[in-house]
């Protein structure tokens, strides 16, 4: 009972301050521009280039599978970024408010405030990245060719856990500051990290959650999960499990 | 460059101005209705406006005080 009143509370809260509107119709935007983008590339260049009279630039097409796939990298970037600024201050702001004290000085447990928070932010971003990717989906079998409906489930599916992913990064460097733009700072920081490390020791970090993006393109062009695959995915969610647990700790011995 | 806009499919861009229309809207209604901001309110009008998409996100990310 207690957990569903917070999460209500938070749900309201972020469709008071319109984030249940413009989030996702940003995921819509930076999902469709890309393949928008590339398919009127060449219009654009022969209309505003400045070419020589009968110049022709012939730009290849890409095929629907890398066309969606540009929707999956800007998720990865500006969907990352977005995310960590949202979630930035979920924790951090009310700490430095003294909100969370009026929250937690009523019979409220530590392991609630937080997972209903978490749950709150990850049904938001969920919610606008599938959104977005339906969007993308319509553009790209419109735009480059037919795109079926399992693949675009198979990209949802896999990329969705690093979306989780990073949305928990973010709530667990909650916990450790007060200053909102510093948990944006370090989030980012780790994120980035993990790519790093991933791509550098790739060989042995076949689990990585980091890979997922790189998953995410090998689903959309075979169809096929793979045992890394679900490996990555398995360690995404122990890792999720993970954070939660050492949050909700730091939070409980930390002096509000 | 008339006849380069002709050509252009609007039917393919209509949904992609009309969602940006809507964002530019309720990042409006949400600037007026709102108390205070992170620095002056008609600056926060002006970049909303005018710079076409990121100005209303910047506008919910940074200007709303929590």
């Not at chain 1, 999460?7 to 393949?35: A, T």
């Not at chain 1, 909100?99 to 937690?104: A, H, I, K, N, Q």
């Not at chain 1, 920081?189 to 090998?218: C, D, E, K, Q, W």
């Not at chain 2, 209705?33 to 506008?59: H, M």
Request: no cysteine; proline share 4%; hydrophobic share 55%.
């Amino acid at each position: 009972m207690q957990w569903s009143v917070i999460f209500k509370k938070e749900l309201l809260e972020n469709w008071r301050n319109f984030k249940w509107i413009w989030v996702p119709i940003v995921f819509i935007i930076f999902g469709i521009m890309d393949p928008i983008t590339t398919y009127y590339m060449p219009k654009i260049i022969n209309t505003v280039g400045g070419l020589p009279e009968g110049a022709e630039i012939t730009i290849p097409q890409p095929p629907p599978e890398q066309a969606l796939l540009m929707s999956i990298n800007e998720y990865g970037t500006i969907g990352v970024l977005i995310i960590v600024l949202i979630t930035m201050g979920l924790i951090a702001g009310e700490l430095k408010s003294g909100v969370s004290e009026l929250v937690l000085s009523r019979p409220v447990t530590y392991t609630n405030y937080i997972t209903a928070k978490w749950a709150s932010t990850v049904l938001l971003i969920l919610a606008s990245f599938i959104i977005g990717m339906f969007f993308s989906w319509y553009y790209v079998n419109l735009l480059f060719g037919d795109l079926s409906l399992s693949q675009l489930f198979g990209a949802i599916f896999i990329y969705g856990f690093w979306m989780i992913f990073v949305v928990t990064i973010t709530v667990f460097v909650n916990t450790l500051f007060k200053v909102p733009g510093l948990v944006g700072f370090v989030s980012i920081l780790i994120v980035i990290l993990i790519h790093m490390v991933t791509s550098i020791f790739g060989r042995f970090l076949a689990y990585s959650p980091a890979n997922l993006s790189s998953y995410v393109s090998a689903y959309v062009h075979t169809g096929e999960m793979t045992a890394d695959m679900w490996s990555s995915i398995f360690v995404a969610i122990v890792g999720i499990a993970l954070l939660l647990l050492l949050s909700i700790n730091i939070l409980k011995n930390r002096e509000i | 460059m008339l006849e380069a806009l002709m050509q252009i499919n609007w039917a393919l861009l209509a949904p992609l101005i009309v969602i940006q229309v809507i964002l530019m809207i309720v990042a409006i209604i949400d600037l007026v209705r709102i108390e205070k901001t992170n620095g002056p309110k008609w600056l926060w009008a002006i970049i909303i406006i005018f710079v076409n998409v990121l100005g209303p996100i910047l506008y919910f990310i940074l200007g709303r005080r929590q």
